[in-house]
Nanobody, 126 residues
Framework: QVQLVESGGGLVQAGGSLRLSCAASGRFFSSYAMGWFRQTPGKEREFVAAVNWRDGSTSYADSAKGRFTISRDNAKNTVSLQMNSLKPEDTAVYYC???????????????????WGQGTQVTVSS
């Protein structure tokens, strides 16, 4: 049974930073990727960043490039998203996702991910 547990959301002022973490439990017998998506009311879930567990390669949405950094901890099966220079438009519920067994990398589309965390709210005030 695979489970994803997120932590680290909250309220921050514009220009500030937050770090999200996601711990994956379960056993993995083939390659996989982990990603972060976000969603605001009335909008579709949006890709933010992903990391290929095998080689650590990463992919970012244009909105995240230069401000967000995704990283993995192989030993702990944990993925983190460091978010700097936050803007009010970054306000959303952020979801951790697991593409396992891995389909294709980078995986920008929610339907390619099989497992999802419960979501964590990030609010950036102006």
């Amino acid at each position: 049974q695979v489970q994803l547990v997120e932590s680290g959301g909250g309220l921050v002022q514009a220009g500030g930073s937050l770090r999200l973490s996601c711990a994956a439990s379960g056993r993995f017998f083939s390659s996989y990727a982990m990603g972060w998506f976000r969603q605001t009311p009335g909008k579709e879930r949006e890709f933010v960043a992903a990391v290929n567990w095998r080689d650590g390669s990463t992919s970012y949405a244009d909105s995240a490039k230069g401000r967000f950094t995704i990283s993995r901890d192989n030993a702990k099966n944990t993925v983190s998203l460091q978010m700097n220079s936050l803007k009010p438009e970054d306000t959303a519920v952020y979801y951790c996702a697991l593409d396992y067994p891995q389909s294709v990398f980078p995986s920008w589309f929610p339907h390619l991910y099989n497992y999802w965390g419960q979501g964590t709210q990030v609010t950036v005030s102006s």
